[in-house]
């Protein structure tokens, strides 16, 4: 594992073990920095990628669920339109 790999585990594993990283009443993951001190802008970006990465499922969850309410919606619309 190179540097970079090692540095940006070592954040996750940090978040992880304060449990800075939960979810909301949405569903999704968030970040919650819990008196660490002062973050990069470097870091900040590992700890986006992982919320992404861990609200991906979710994400792909809610996204299908609106685009089948939508489709429905405009099957309902159009009904004897044609």
């Given amino acids: 594992m190179d540097r970079l790999a090692q ?3 070592r954040i996750i ?6 449990d800075e990283i939960g979810p909301l009443d ?10 660490r ?3 990069s802008a470097a870091d900040l970006r590992v700890i ?3 919320l992404d990465r ?12 609106h ?4 489709d429905d919606h405009t099957r309902s619309n159009h009904a004897g339109l044609d």
């Fill in 37 to 39: 001190g002062a973050m």
């Fill in 48 to 50: 986006a990628d992982e």
């Fill in 26 to 35: 949405d569903g999704y993951q968030h970040f919650w920095i819990k008196d």
């Fill in 67 to 70: 685009k089948e309410r939508n």
């Fill in 54 to 65: 861990r609200n991906k499922a979710w994400d792909d969850q809610i996204t299908a669920f």
């Fill in 7 to 9: 540095h940006r585990a």
């Fill in 13 to 18: 594993e940090m978040c992880d073990k304060y």
